[in-house]
């Protein structure tokens, strides 16, 4: 007993992720652990190269159990101007890893004086990731283009990487990759590579429950980035034919004072 | 030795052992298509390399079996049983696609019930009075109807291509349809074979296909260098 | 005190594979009452886990020309007891020459479910119809048939969405100032759609269809409405 009650001398410990799992099975949670609440971007993204570069591609729900937590998430992110990662996993794990290593490799520039390499990027977040053993929850598809060309990877939670022409992560990452086995092609052009990215993240849309919504869009080339936010949208919701109306004194009020405003400037608020 | 506690439920199989993956089902203009692979895995060993998990039933119907291949094959003696004493009978009143489905169903649900299931995920497909018929079965009892119906992992992998396609097809093409979707299956599914079998159902009546083999490509240039430490191409 | 066990990473288990008997497909079902109709209505996806068995397999029965079920949870369980039920008022319909009234439809349901207290059905059954006096009726229920005849109930995997939604625009619990008319038969067909659509934006188990069955003293009318499907 007095054994294990030792401090390790080298090395990582964790302690306090037994120590989190350990309360999560005695404290009768449930549902409303903090853990099990967290937001997951159950997701589709993909990428793939295509004769100039690369094609990333994302769906844009996030949930939380088996509700839709987000809608409209944007889960392709910005590590440097050539390089950009797809995140999918625990939301806050993507994003924070994700800007984490954006500063990172803007620091990594300013030392170099060079563009970074995807690899740089790639070999960063595997060695971060590696060392939190699967704790950060994050699965990656990281596409760039660099002074080597352009380059395609897949880093999961625990930190492998895999190099490949064609990916997909998440939850949607089998329907998605059925489409990108179905129709890959060596030396795609640009809009054919487009729209096979869209039909994969259309296919995780449509057929896993934890991907949903809209399709994001990026594509890099040595000539630059172009972002598509929301390139193919989700039909819109059903327009109510009685939409609510709640009268005034529906809730009871005791007392009322008005008084004047003056807006001097601003924009309308957003919806 | 460790006894077990009493509130156990009893249980018989456990678990299959050796198995056959995704069954594929599919609608199209005239009939309806069944197929599958013909590899029994036991575990992650390819123990048989053509098993057929294809079976017959009656004058109009087809049932495709993934999960336990033992199981399947008591099904499929049971299934005969019947279908050969609803002939003897002679009434001129046989057993519908839709009543073989709801058999099934009655059958793993009652098999369930006693905690000892049937480890299988049945696909019947049918066509009688001029109307396909395409419905599945699981261990417990789940049963439904649908155009498209696919198991096990050609859920995950192949359903969604089933669907982009949908069952507006000639014949011609559900066939390409159904090869393309396992050939897939075969890249992402570590039990299942290129040695595929088809079965389709129309008003001429049940044909059930010889095993063939489906072709792959790998020769993607990208594919032969994947080390991310190594060099480029 | 005995020092706490420490448990395995949580990351990767190896995982022990148990049949388990029971299944959850999902899905949404809701009924509302009216002075002299009843509208009940289930969405028609059908799911397991993540995936999307079917879009279009329906949970609403119609038991009688006033009655009918919707049903969610197991759809194993589903089957076998919608079976069970018609099979129940066929025989009660050959043994007395008249059709089973709701409120002996919603009794025999509930007598069924507790039959099978601990091997229970793992369905969440609503049922809707007419009265013996032609007034809308619904009927609540759990698992192991425990029930209630109400005025709007809303089982499945949206009720935590819709019950609220429904406590505050058809009971008006938010305010004293109720509306004096009741809704009427069109207006709570809309309202059923927009809480679907509504419930289908953020329940990933709800979407694709609603069968809608309206029953009043012309009969059973059937509609079907459809979702998103993603």
């Known amino acids: 007993m007095e054994a294990s009650l030792e401090i390790p001398k080298g090395g990582f410990s964790f302690d306090l992720c037994k120590r989190n799992a350990w309360l999560e099975s005695q404290a009768n949670y449930g549902s409303s652990s903090i853990i099990k609440k967290a937001k997951k971007t159950g997701t589709t993204i993909a990428g793939i190269i295509f004769k100039d570069g690369v094609v990333l591609g994302a769906d844009t729900r996030a949930t939380s159990g088996p509700i839709v937590a987000d809608k409209n998430c944007e889960k392709i992110h910005y590590l440097a101007p050539n390089i950009f990662c797809c995140g999918a996993g625990t939301s806050a794990d993507c994003e924070n890893v994700t800007e984490m290593m954006a500063s990172n490799l803007t620091l990594h520039r300013l030392n170099t004086g060079r ?140 007392d009322e004072i008005i008084s004047k405003v003056a807006i001097i400037e601003g924009d309308a608020m957003e919806q | 030795m460790k006894t077990k506690p009493v509130a156990e439920p009893s249980t018989r199989t456990q678990q299959p052992i050796v198995t056959g993956t995704g069954v594929l089902g599919i609608k199209y203009n005239g009939g309806v298509m069944l197929a599958c692979d013909t590899l029994g895995s036991y575990g992650s060993l390819a123990r048989f390399r053509t098993v057929k998990r294809l079976e017959k039933v009656g004058d109009f119907t087809v049932v495709g079996a993934s999960g336990d291949l033992s199981d399947f094959q008591k099904i499929s003696s049971m299934l005969r049983e019947m279908s ?24 793993m649900y009652n098999r369930r019930n006693k905690f000892d299931p049937l480890w299988n995920e049945l696909v019947v497909a049918g066509f009688r009075d001029g109307k396909p018929f395409l419905g599945a079965v699981d261990l417990i009892g789940t049963m439904y109807e649908d155009d498209i119906i696919a198991t096990s992992f050609g859920n995950y992998v192949c359903l969604p291509l089933m669907r982009k396609a949908g069952t507006n097809l000639s014949k011609e093409e559900a066939k390409q349809v159904m090869e393309n979707c396992l050939r897939v299956l075969y890249y992402r599914n570590t039990k299942s074979s290129t040695k595929i079998q088809i079965a389709t159902v129309s008003a001429e009546g049940v044909e059930i296909g010889e095993p063939f083999e489906i072709s792959t490509y790998w020769g993607y240039s990208a594919f032969q260098h994947t080390e991310y430490h190594g060099k480029r191409l | 005190m005995q020092a706490p066990q420490l448990p395995t990473s949580q990351v990767e288990q190896p995982k022990e594979s148990r049949f388990s008997p029971y299944q959850n497909n999902g899905g949404t079902c809701l009924a509302l009452a009216g002075a002299d109709f009843c509208i009940i209505a289930a969405d028609s996806r059908l799911s397991l886990g993540y995936s999307i068995l079917s879009r279009n397999t329906p949970k609403v029965a119609q038991l009688t020309t006033k009655t009918c079920i919707a049903s969610s949870g197991c759809n194993a369980d589903m089957v076998t007891l919608q079976k069970y039920l018609k099979f129940k008022i066929q025989m009660y319909l050959h043994q007395h020459g008249k059709e089973m009234s709701t409120p002996a ?126």
């Open chain 3, 105 to 230: 439809v919603a009794q025999m349901l509930a007598t069924t479910l507790y039959h099978r207290r601990f091997f229970p059905y793992y369905t969440f059954n609503i049922v809707g119809g007419l009265d013996q006096n032609g007034e809308g009726c619904v009927f609540s229920y759990d698992a192991i048939g425990c029930f209630e005849r109400l005025k709007y109930t809303v089982s499945g995997s949206g009720h935590a969405l819709i019950e609220p939604f429904l406590d505050n625009l058809v009971a008006y619990k938010n305010t004293d100032n109720k509306p004096t008319i009741e809704r009427s038969c069109d207006e709570t067909l809309e309202l059923v759609k927009d809480i679907f659509s509504s419930a289908g934006e953020r329940d990933i188990y709800t979407g694709d269809f609603v069968d809608i069955y309206i029953i009043d003293k012309n009969g059973t009318r059937y509609e079907q409405f459809p979702l998103k499907k993603d």
């Open chain 2, 84 to 107: 050969t004493s609803d002939s003897a009978y002679d009434d001129g009143c046989n057993m519908t696609p839709r009543d073989i489905h709801q058999y099934l169903g009655r059958v």
């Open chain 1, 115 to 254: 563009e970074c390499r995807v690899i740089t990027a790639v070999t960063m977040l595997s060695q971060y990731l590696f060392r939190y053993q699967g704790y950060i929850s994050a699965a990656l598809v990281v596409g760039g283009v660099d002074s080597t060309g352009p380059s395609l990877y897949t880093i999961h939670p625990h930190g492998s990487v895999d190099q490949l022409p064609f990916v997909t992560m998440g939850s949607g990452s089998l329907a998605a990759m059925a489409v990108f086995e179905a129709g890959y092609q060596e030396g795609l052009e640009r809009q054919p590579g487009i729209d096979l990215v869209r039909a994969a993240i259309q296919s995780g849309i449509d057929n896993d429950l934890g991907s949903g919504s809209n399709v994001d869009i990026t594509v890099i080339t040595p000539e630059g980035v172009q972002r598509f936010r929301n390139l193919d949208k989700a039909e819109p919701k059903y327009k109510s034919k009685n939409p609510l109306f709640y009268p005034k004194g529906t809730t009871k009020y005791y």
